[in-house]
């Protein structure tokens, strides 16, 4: 069986690894495609340490932006609770839904800070009353946000 080369990926390549991984691949596939196409170098000292050291400053932004999120994370739980007004209709039951872009927008108006829409979840708010919201702002840190739904 021949001996397998250690290369440093330049990209991302979906089934072998993200930019900056050290990844052992067959000589031929180095050799015929991943150098070749410029999406390897061979792993020598020098890269290596260049390799460690982006890692390095990813880790940090990293834990920056974890950092940043515990802090709106904080700022949105003191918040008591977000009004979103709905016109009326019978049984006090709202016209349309409450959407995920009506909390992101009453986030936005209580705080000033913009919350992406996509790592809100909400039950399904149909009636007026109060309910609550999950808000994703990191991988790890989610803050829990109360809505209260009042007649327009």
Do not use: W
């Not at 993200?18 to 596939?29: E, H, I, R």
């Not at 990293?62 to 977000?82: D, F």
């Not at 009353?129 to 109360?146: F, R």
């Amino acid at each position: 069986m021949a001996k397998r080369v250690q290369l440093v990926l330049n990209q991302d390549i979906s089934k072998l690894g993200k930019s900056g991984d050290l990844v052992d691949v067959a000589p031929g596939y180095a050799r015929n495609y991943l150098i070749p196409q410029k999406l390897a170098t061979h792993a020598t000292p020098g890269i290596l340490k260049q390799v460690e050291r982006r890692r390095e400053k990813e880790r940090q932004r990293q834990l920056e932006l974890r950092q940043q999120a515990l802090e709106r994370k904080a700022a949105l739980e003191k918040i008591a609770s977000l009004q979103i007004a709905k016109p009326l209709g019978e049984n006090e039951a709202i016209f349309g839904t409450v959407t995920t872009q009506d909390v992101a927008e009453a986030i936005k108006t209580a705080t000033g800070e913009e919350v992406d829409r996509r790592g809100i979840s909400i039950p399904d708010i149909n009636h007026l009353g109060t309910y609550q919201a999950e808000v994703k702002l990191y991988s790890d840190v989610s803050a829990q946000v109360n809505i209260e739904v009042v007649a327009s």
